[in-house]
């Protein structure tokens, strides 16, 4: 079956760093992945797409890469600020438009 | 503009009672319709979609069950509930076929004591 693992559960840097976070999936080939942002007892919100055929895309201070060889995903925040603090979501494109997601990644960005 | 809305907010149950949580969605039609379950310590997991009115898929077996009476109405049942059963619950839409961002509701909070 399909599995989707974001690199760790938690990432701690400093303000000003790039955080980076992984997203890697097995047996599946999605024809695009997502990025939420998801603040405590908040639903998900949406961030970035990227289909199968872009290598990479980006938005403001937010960088998302997309290699389908790897089976991988690279989320980047340059210029962390503490309000970047929060758990980011990685989700693969399922079928009839449901996805499914990865655990998350806790970001704690401190000043 | 669309909006999304839960209720109730939060919930407590005692095991082995029902469940019927709602999910609507305003400014659009024929949105497809999804229900997730976040649990302590795990991810989103999807639970049912659907596509149309009385269209539903599951994708996980277990004692909930899913309904759209209503072309912007999902609803969330269970006729007992279990332990395993709390958590945090996320409806979310997406406009008909497009592939695109799905944009969840504010959820609902279960604990099954």
């Known amino acids: 079956s399909q599995k989707i693992e974001q690199n760790s559960e938690a990432l701690n840097i400093q303000e000003g760093k790039t955080a980076t976070l992984t997203c890697n999936y097995t047996n599946y080939s999605p024809a695009y992945l997502q990025w939420y942002r998801q603040d405590p007892g908040r639903g998900p919100v949406f961030l970035l797409l990227i289909r199968e055929n872009e290598k990479e895309k980006r938005k403001e201070r937010l960088k998302v890469t997309f290699d389908t060889t790897l089976k991988q995903s690279l989320f980047h925040i340059t210029a962390s600020q503490p309000a970047d603090s929060a758990t980011y979501l990685c989700?693969?494109?399922?079928?009839?438009?449901?996805?499914?997601f990865g655990k998350g990644t806790t970001l704690s960005v401190s000043s | 503009s669309q909006t999304i809305h839960q209720w109730p907010a939060t919930l407590v149950q005692p095991v082995g009672s029902p469940l019927s949580l709602e999910c609507t969605v305003e400014?659009?039609?024929?949105?497809?319709l999804y229900w997730y379950r976040q649990a302590a310590g795990r991810g989103l997991q999807l639970l049912f979609y659907?596509?149309?009115?009385?269209?539903i898929s599951s994708e996980v077996p277990q004692n909930l069950s899913a309904s759209r009476p209503q072309d912007r109405q999902f609803i969330l049942s269970s006729k007992k509930l279990l332990l395993s059963d709390s958590g945090f619950y996320l409806c979310?839409?997406?406009?008909?076929?497009?592939?695109?961002?799905?944009?969840f509701g504010p959820g609902t909070r279960l604990t099954v004591l």
């Open positions: 989700a693969l494109e399922w079928v009839r438009t449901a996805l499914i």
């Open positions: 659907s596509v149309g009115i009385g269209q």
């Open positions: 979310a839409w997406v406009p008909s076929g497009v592939y695109n961002e799905q944009f």
């Open positions: 400014g659009t039609s024929n949105p497809n």
